[in-house]
């Protein structure tokens, strides 16, 4: 079963995109992949889990802080209870102030997608979107064009489902 990765904003929930986004993954039979969080993460995740006769899984690469007792242990408010597969790494979230290239769990929610789709997000989903194309990864935004301005122009983006739809049956094999 293919994983579709959803990036963008551990903020801003971006419904009007996420929610059909996890919806339409759910519907379609693939497994949803997230950082876990709050923001885009919860409200794909929320869509993706609450629909009916879903044959994928919630998957969510969790960031995790140090513990004595238990070696590391989900940051709060992570995962979302949307989560049903939570995945723990001791490799940290996207910090605003890390250098390019610093390892974080992004490297994670990319490597391990088939099919990347980005909406609005901050740093972190830039970074997310750099390493797709760096990966060769099927990468494709979704969300209003005024939220990626910042994207080189052979990165593809729309504000129509069915356009991202499409681009990801187009882009798994079978």
Request: proline share 9%; aromatic share 8%.
């Amino acid at each position: 079963m293919a994983i579709i990765g959803v990036m963008g904003s551990g903020r801003s929930e971006w419904v009007e995109w996420a929610e059909p986004l996890g919806r339409w993954i759910a519907c379609a039979g693939y497994d949803l992949l997230t950082g876990g969080g709050q923001g885009v993460m919860r409200s794909s995740a929320r869509a993706f889990s609450e629909t009916p006769r879903r044959r994928g899984r919630s998957i969510g690469i969790v960031p995790t802080r140090s513990d004595s007792r238990h070696g590391f242990v989900a940051l709060d408010g992570y995962p979302n209870p949307y989560i049903e597969i939570p995945i723990l790494t001791p490799l940290p979230r996207r910090e605003p102030d890390a250098p390019d290239g610093a390892l974080s769990r992004n490297y994670i929610n990319v490597l391990s997608s088939d099919v990347v789709i980005a909406l609005p997000g901050g740093q972190g989903t830039r970074d997310e979107i750099a390493l797709a194309r760096r990966f060769g990864k099927p990468l494709m935004c979704f969300g209003p064009a005024a939220a990626f301005e910042f994207l080189p122009g052979d990165v593809e983006y729309t504000d129509e489902l069915e356009v991202v739809s499409r681009f990801i049956v187009s882009r798994l094999p079978g």
